[in-house]
Each structure stands twice: as structure tokens, then as C-alpha cells.
């Protein structure tokens, strides 16, 4: 369903992004310098999103309003007939990465689409996009889904899509260390995604009593997500991390990581540049003022400035 007026018109609130030092980039690296540490933990709650999906939301909770130039951050789990009905975007991009089962997009320019378990969506709203994105078939569909801030140059581009299936991620294994590279490099290999605002996002799996150094571009922010199992991040005397935890990493050069439970360990590490630009985020639109979101709805009720395709356009039936 549309997204309501009322809830269109109520509660704007400008968010600013938090001052945060900078912190480091690379590739895959035989060893690090300076090794970033944890700087905040949050182990993420289960809450209710879009129509019967149940998600665990990483970014935007109370304890990590933002980590520039990343926005939100969700591990969600959905199964038909729910699904996240017709809604907005304006202002950033979205990643979609399947961990099982299988999730269709239709959007009101015609586009359409379905990504599987280990497939990658990467969509830039840009100027505006509405779209649904439903569960297919029967049982559980679970992925992630990262929100990347656009700069105030990039916000109001033309809408793209880059589509990554699986059999297209890079991948690479190495002394019980297997990395698929859904952006950026790692392990020596490079992901064919173009990023807007430069980032990472390596999906990592550790073998027990595996370890590995992965390099950050010094400039950047970064953070972890531990998907399955248990790690050391930072230095080996670092508190362990089990899943379902956001660990935001500090300044240094790369990051060490050590498994050593008996259980394999997967975790996403994600970095990026920040843009160090003011956020002003309302729901689905992510600009740099109110005045700019105030815009945005208007330019959505009156279908105009981007959402014009919106006017008549309504999902389908899966």
C-alpha cells in the first residue's frame, strides 16, 4: 500500500549525523599496523517492519544513530503473504543481500525482479523510486539490507539498478578464510559494483581457529555484523562477539579477526567515506534539510519532480 498522508505530513525531525573520527581502508593485508578497535556494541532487538516482516535493526537504534555515510542497517525475515508493500525512496541507495529463500521488486518506472539466496540488489533511489519488495513462494526469506547515504550532488540523479548474482560475486578462500565481495576488494579480488560514495561490503565465513586481516581505507568509518557464530575483532584479548551484534570499529588500518569457537563464524564488514554532510532523514527520504524533506513529500502527494510514474502505478500480485 501507499504510504498514508497522515503519516506523510507528521513528525519531521532533522537528524544529524554524529561527529565521527575517521578511520582506515585497504585490501586484503598480511598484517595490521593499527588495528581498529571496538569503539560501540549493540546487540540488535527484534522489531515489526513493512506487513508481517520481522527485522533486527543494526543503524538508527538510540545507541548508533548513524555511521556515515551508512544510514540504516536490517537483517530481515519475512514469509508470504507479508512483505514490504508499495512505499517511497528518495536520496540514497539500497543493498539487498539474500540469505535464503527469494524476494521480487517491482517498481512504477516497469522494472521487475527477483533476487535469490546469495543474489545482491544495489539500487540508487536517487531522484525517487516506488516499489514493493515481496517474499516468493512459501517458507522463510531472510536477508540484509543496507541503506548508503548519497551526497547532496548525487541526491537527485536518475534512478539505476546493479543486479549481482551470485554466480558474479567475486570470491576467494584461503587457509579456512572465505570471503564473497559484494563491494570493494578483499583477499586480492575486486567487486564489478560502482559505488556512488565509496564503500565496502565483504561477506566474510572463518572456519574455527581461522583468522584473517582485512585493510580499511584510513578515511573511513566501518562496522561489523556478525551473521552466524562467534569472533575476536581488534586484538586477541578483545571481548568475543556472538551473532546478531553491530560492532562499530574505531581508527586504524585494517581490522584482525579470530575464530575461535568450534563453529564456523560469518560476519559482514562494511566501510565507506564519510560525507560529512548534514542528514535530515523522514521515513523512506534521506536528504541534507528539512526544507529538502519538506520538498520530497510534497513532490510525492503531488506526483511531480520524480514521482510522476507514481500517480497510477500499483504492485502486483506475486
Known amino acids: ?9 507528521s513528525n519531521f525531525s532533522q537528524i544529524k549525523t554524529p561527529s565521527m573520527k575517521n578511520v582506515c581502508t585497504g585490501d586484503q593485508a598480511s598484517g595490521i ?8 556494541r549493540f546487540l540488535t532487538k527484534v522489531r515489526n517492519e513493512g506487513d508481517g516482516a520481522v527485522v533486527r535493526r543494526c543503524i538508527l537504534s538510540k545507541e548508533f544513530k548513524s555511521v556515515d555515510p551508512f ?5 530481515f525475515d519475512v514469509s508470504a503473504p507479508g512483505g514490504f508493500t508499495d512505499h517511497p525512496h528518495r536520496g540514497f541507495e539500497t543493498v539487498t543481500y539474500m540469505l ?4 521480487t521488486h517491482q517498481d512504477f518506472a516497469g522494472h521487475k525482479g527477483t533476487i535469490r539466496t546469495g543474489d545482491v ?13 515481496m517474499p516468493v513462494g512459501e517458507g522463510t526469506n531472510k536477508g540484509l539490507q543496507l541503506w548508503v547515504n548519497l551526497s547532496s550532488k548525487d541526491k537527485m540523479i536518475e534512478p539505476r539498478y546493479q543486479d549481482l548474482p551470485k554466480e558474479n560475486i567475486k570470491r576467494a578462500k584461503k587457509d579456512g578464510v572465505q570471503v564473497r ?25 572463518l572456519k574455527p581457529e581461522a583468522n584473517c586481516y ?3 581505507p584510513e578515511s573511513w568509518n566501518s562496522f561489523v555484523y556478525v551473521v552466524e557464530g562467534e569472533g575476536v575483532f581488534g586484538t586477541l584479548d578483545s571481548a568475543s562477539t556472538t551473532a546478531h551484534h553491530v560492532l562499530v570499529l574505531g581508527p586504524g588500518n585494517g581490522v584482525n579477526v579470530w575464530n575461535k569457537s568450534s563453529d564456523p563464524l560469518r560476519f559482514i564488514l562494511i566501510g565507506g567515506k564519510p560525507l560529512n554532510e548534514p542528514v535530515s532523514r523522514h521515513g523512506f527520504f534521506v536528504m541534507n534539510t528539512q526544507a529538502e524533506i519538506k520538498q520530497t513529500i510534497e513532490d510525492y502527494l503531488l506526483f511531480q519532480n520524480g514521482f510522476e510514474k507514481a500517480r497510477y502505478w500499483r504492485s502486483q500480485p506475486i
Open 1 to 9: 500500500m501507499r504510504a498514508p498522508i497522515r503519516w506523510l505530513l
Open 181 to 205: 565481495v559484494i563491494a570493494g576488494e578483499a583477499m586480492g579480488i575486486r567487486s564489478p559494483i560502482f559505488t556512488r560514495t565509496p564503500a565496502m561490503y565483504v561477506d566474510f565465513i
Open 214 to 216: 582485512q585493510s580499511i
Open 100 to 103: 535464503q529463500g527469494a524476494l
Open 71 to 75: 544510514i540504516l542497517f536490517d537483517e
Open 33 to 40: 599496523s593499527r588495528p581498529r578497535l571496538e569503539v560501540g
Open 121 to 133: 540488489q544495489w539500487m540508487t533511489a536517487g531522484r525517487g523510486i516506488v516499489h514493493s519488495e
